[in-house]
């Protein structure tokens, strides 16, 4: 059980990580992922600096835990999750962010950055990896586990179901899903587009067990939810579904089809940090 000192830490990475972005965001001469990142950093905060065996130091170590970023298009809130993590230097992302022949492209791939487990990008192939990763671990008697975090809208991709019933045909219950259920897609409102509730009851159907987080922003409901997982050496899969919101902590930015991908100009800049300082500051006070 995290006591009140240990939220209060992550929510500062998350923080500074949603911060780290923002900046990048002003700098960067493009348009970035803002609203899927900013939803997912919670979620990916505490995966990386709580829940999963990884570090760089543990890189080669075969019992480390898989991360898959099925949601490929989250690449750049992932690399400075890990940065934080010490992966990385932050400084090194910014420089070459996107540019050609850069490690850090905007999408991951394990070629360049060989401690990621796979490259992503294409959406609804995640899920199929990490059930292969799962299965090879079984098999070789590790005890990891494999976490892969998807998208809402990505969970719409047939191949997704399939994996789902692999993995549980497989018994893989070293494998956790995650989606990140911000009920919006790249262009839409989620159920505008398609009916996907019953969401959970749809992976219980195949047999999943299924964790419910109904803030997937809020540290403290994210961490109980990934401290009591299932044990690995279970048989069943878990889902853990993480209610969010696009655009998180920035009033322009959240709930705005518009902000499922953009640039800032230097107004937008201000406000969004201002936005982050408030919404920790709060945090702050209340913990
Ligand atoms: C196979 C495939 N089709 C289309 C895309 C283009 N695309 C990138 S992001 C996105 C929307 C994804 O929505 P969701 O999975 O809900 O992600 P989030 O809202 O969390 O960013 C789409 C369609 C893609 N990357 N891969």
């Not at 500062?12 to 990142?37: F, Q, W």
């Not at 109980?224 to 878990?238: K, M, R």
């Not at 230097?266 to 936005?275: G, H, M, V, W």
């Amino acid at each position: 059980m995290a006591d009140k000192k240990e939220i209060l830490h992550l929510q500062e990475l998350a923080y500074k990580a949603r911060r780290n972005l923002v900046e990048l965001c002003g700098a960067y001469n493009g348009s970035i992922h803002m609203g899927g990142d900013m939803s997912m950093m919670d979620v990916l905060t505490c995966l990386f600096q709580r829940t999963m065996h990884v570090a760089p130091e543990l890189q080669k170590e075969s019992e480390r835990d898989r991360f898959i970023l099925s949601k490929g298009h989250g690449a750049v809130g992932m690399y400075i999750v890990m940065a934080l993590k010490g992966f990385f230097e932050y400084q090194e992302i910014c420089e070459t962010y996107g540019k050609l022949g850069s490690k850090f492209g905007q999408h991951p791939c394990k070629t360049r950055l060989p401690m990621l487990e796979a490259s992503t990008g294409s959406l609804g192939h995640g899920l199929s990896i990490s059930v292969g990763l799962a299965a090879s671990a079984r098999q070789k008697g590790q005890t990891h586990r494999v976490f892969c975090l998807m998208g809402d809208g990505e969970t719409c991709e047939g191949s997704v179901w399939e994996a789902a019933m692999t993995a549980r045909a497989q018994k893989l219950g070293n494998l956790v899903a995650v989606v990140d259920r911000n009920k919006q897609f790249m262009t839409s409102f989620s159920e505008d587009s398609l009916v996907m509730e019953p969401y959970a009851d749809k992976w219980r159907a195949f047999g999943w067990k299924v964790v419910e987080i109904a803030d997937g922003n809020d540290m403290a409901q994210v961490v109980d939810a990934f401290d009591h997982l299932p044990d690995g050496d279970s048989e069943i899969p878990t889902v853990v579904i993480a209610n969010t919101i696009k655009g998180k902590y920035i009033s322009f930015m959240e709930r705005q089809i518009k902000w499922h991908a953009g640039s800032l100009n230097e107004k937008d800049l201000e406000t969004a940090l201002k936005d982050l300082d408030a919404a920790f500051e709060k945090q702050r006070k209340e913990s």
